[in-house]
């Protein structure tokens, strides 16, 4: 019985730890997507031109990241882009 307490005991204080660092790495991965200097933009608009096969031809999207728009000239717009942040 009192071994079972002991694991019980360690398993618990295991867990507190574990959700304090889960918590402050989720803090600390949003602070670091304000300071790195490339960063994840989502694309939130895009000017095309229909080709064969339903193919499109871009010719500029914009996309909106941590630190606002970026308009990207470019012939292939994927949904999610990796840019810089700053220009």
Not at 33 to 48: A, M
Request: charge should be positive.
């Amino acid at each position: 019985m009192r071994t079972e307490h002991h694991v019980l005991g360690a398993l618990s204080g295991v867990f507190r730890v574990s959700s304090v660092l889960l918590s402050q790495w989720k803090l600390a991965a949003l602070v670091a997507l304000f300071f790195i200097p490339t960063g994840p933009h989502l694309r939130w608009e895009s000017t095309y031109t229909e080709a064969f096969n339903h193919h499109r031809i871009y010719s500029s999207c914009t996309y909106i990241g941590a630190r606002g728009m970026r308009v990207v000239e470019a012939d292939n717009c994927p949904l999610i882009a990796w840019l810089p942040t700053y220009w």
